[in-house]
């Protein structure tokens, strides 16, 4: 019995949810397909009923979570809470960011796994940056050094959060992220 396209469409999403979820908690090696679509509650076989390949597969989960920032500026538009520079500098290196990779941003999360993945994922990352980049320099507004700032912040938010997500020691990781925080906001 054949599924209608809505049904379809609703399992790829619910594909690509979970498996957008997974990567940024284990990583783009640490799950494989058969994994993902057992916990999805389908079988391997079906993978290639809704990706051609597991790069195009890995570009859509990874592409799926990004825009973060974006979605806290259109709920700013629609009467949330204001965007400020220090909102996502504390927001971005808080311990509920840090605890839970798996919601969290995918470029703090895959970085160094990013960078050896096909075209297509690294051009979502890439475009990705830009945004967050200009948004940033947006935020910092008329200094001289609004972009170069900008690059600075977006690269130390990054860097803070996996560093502090690969210490074992929980106090030191609590002193990286105010760190870099007060840094920033300083």
């Known amino acids: 019995m054949g599924h209608s396209r809505a049904e379809k469409a609703k399992t790829h999403e619910k594909i690509v949810a979970l498996a957008s979820r997974r990567f940024r908690e284990k990583g783009l090696a640490g799950i494989g397909i058969a994994e993902l679509m057992k916990e999805a509650g389908l079988t391997a076989g079906g993978f290639y009923k809704h990706f051609s390949s597991r790069d195009e597969f890995v570009a859509e989960a990874v592409g799926s979570a990004l825009g973060g920032w974006k979605r806290k500026l259109d709920a700013a538009a629609a009467g949330g809470s204001r965007v400020t520079y220090q909102s996502l500098v504390d927001d971005y290196l808080s311990e509920a960011h840090r605890d839970r ?86």
């Open 101 to 186: 990779p798996g919601t969290g941003c995918p470029v703090s999360a895959l970085a160094g796994e990013i960078a050896r993945t096909e075209k297509q994922t690294r051009a979502l990352v890439t475009q990705e940056a830009k945004d967050n980049i200009e948004l940033l320099t947006r935020l910092i507004g008329e200094e001289k050094d609004a972009r170069s700032w900008a690059i600075l912040t977006y690269c130390a938010l990054v860097g803070a959060i996996g560093m502090a997500r690969a210490v074992s020691d929980g106090k030191l990781s609590r002193e990286m992220l105010k760190a870099v925080a007060s840094q920033l906001n300083g």
